[in-house]
């Protein structure tokens, strides 16, 4: 009886202290398959200018930057996958831990600074909500040819000539 007892709380304590970890390869499927709920916004280190991308969001203020709130919908949002994908920066995926951007696949971190551009996507997953991923592009080439094939997909050439300009 006892070793029952002990089993059964031994086991209910595992279960209640165990945590999901993430795992790269699923958040990385989960994203190539989120066309349905991608917003991506795109940062330039030092600066206050970026763009926003978004799917059924709530932006407040647009009107302080027309760049923030740029609509979008599944079939523009699968183009940004492949895009990123061309480029191969779904390779590296970073989460934001303690204000360090740290790699889902290895001990590495980057700084927003060593970038040319970094871009935010954030998407739902089966396992743990809503979730937030960095890429980086350290390459200037890399993205100046990433916001040229992101300017094909939008009507907004203001901003993304304003980007490239401030690359």
């Known amino acids: ?13 595992n279960k209640s202290f165990s945590q999901k970890t993430l795992d790269f390869e ?20 030092n600066s206050d200018f970026y ?12 009107e302080l930057n027309s760049c ?13 996958i492949g895009i990123l994908e061309k480029y191969n ?3 590296q995926l970073y989460v934001e831990i303690e204000n360090d951007y740290s790699d889902l696949n290895s001990d590495q971190i980057f700084k927003p600074a060593e970038t040319e551009l970094y871009l935010e996507l954030i998407f739902k997953t089966k396992d743990f909500g809503i979730m ?13 040819e990433l916001i040229c094939d992101m300017d094909k997909i939008f009507d907004y050439k203001y901003c993304f000539k304003k980007l490239k300009q401030k690359i």
Do not use: W, Y
């Open 1 to 13: 009886m006892r070793i029952l007892i002990f089993t059964i709380l031994f086991l209910t304590f």
């Open 89 to 91: 920066l779904l390779d």
């Open 132 to 144: 937030s991923c960095f890429v980086p592009v350290f390459e200037k080439k890399k993205a100046k």
């Open 51 to 62: 763009i926003g991308i978004t799917k059924d969001i709530i932006v407040e203020n647009p």
């Open 68 to 80: 923030i709130d740029i609509a979008t919908d599944e079939k523009k949002n699968g183009q940004i």
């Open 26 to 45: 699923k958040i990385r499927t989960e994203l190539v398959n989120s066309s349905e709920s991608l917003n991506t916004t795109l940062f330039l280190p």
